[in-house]
């Protein structure tokens, strides 16, 4: 299977606190990608990082990607009671636009 | 940012009956759409990729007479549930595919439909 893996799998935090999750790959990549998923809900879009770069920020996040470990993280400050969801990387194909999810980090911030 | 639109967001069929979700981007056209599996507590499984004018492409183990798909508009895609059965209640999620700045493309996601098939 391609399919990556995240861990932890499951991650409870005070609001206030950082929250960092990562994610491992098996295949060469030409970008990586971060989604949110509220619960029964469809996913959002969080950030997307090249295989040339290797930090990104957008607002309270920041990613970071290794290719030579085939390996991401995520990692949200200051983390809110709002940012409780479910956390996939993805990467997949630029010419089929396909994309292979891993298995999520589920993170519980405490209001 | 881009919207896809799932519809129904939920549906309850009896088994044998077949059942279509559609899926719509609003403001933005998609020569390309997924169709995502998902079940409680675990990642998103690919079914299919739907394509604009052409044949749906399956990934393995999906049985194509069973989940017929349909992308007659660059905007518009829909999943068929074909005689449902109990085993096929799950949560689908499609999403649209757009190029962003650099070629690089994202896939913005519907909410997703519930289905329950007693």
């Known amino acids: 299977s391609q399919q990556g893996e995240e861990d932890p799998q499951a991650l409870s935090i005070q609001e206030g606190e950082n929250a960092t999750m990562n994610c491992s790959y098996k295949t060469s990549i030409n970008n990586l990608q971060w989604y949110r998923q509220n619960s029964g809900r469809g996913l959002v879009h969080l950030i997307l990082?090249?295989?040339?770069?290797r930090e990104k920020h957008s607002g309270r996040l920041r990613v970071t990607l290794d290719t030579s470990k085939k390996s991401s993280s995520l990692l949200i400050t200051a983390s809110r009671a709002a940012d409780t969801a479910s956390y996939f990387c993805a990467h997949g194909s630029s010419n089929t636009g396909k994309l292979i999810f891993g298995q999520g980090t589920t993170l519980q911030v405490k209001p | 940012g881009a919207v896809v639109s799932q519809h129904p967001s939920w549906v309850i069929c009896k088994s044998g009956t077949s059942v279509k979700i559609e899926c719509r981007s609003l403001d933005f056209q998609a020569t390309t759409m997924f169709w995502y599996r998902q079940f409680p507590k675990q990642s998103l499984m690919l079914m299919a990729t739907?394509?604009?004018?052409?044949?749906?492409?399956?990934e393995q183990g999906v049985e194509k007479d069973k989940f017929l798909i349909n992308h007659a508009s660059l905007t518009l895609s829909t999943l068929t549930v074909t005689s449902a059965h109990p085993e096929d209640s799950s949560f689908y999620i499609c999403?649209?595919?757009?190029?962003?700045?650099?070629?690089?493309?994202?896939?913005?996601f519907g909410a997703g439909t519930r289905l329950s098939v007693l």
């Open positions: 999403s649209a595919r757009s190029i962003a700045v650099g070629g690089v493309g994202i896939q913005y």
């Open positions: 739907s394509n604009e004018g052409s044949k749906a492409t399956y």
């Open positions: 990082i090249r295989s040339n770069e």
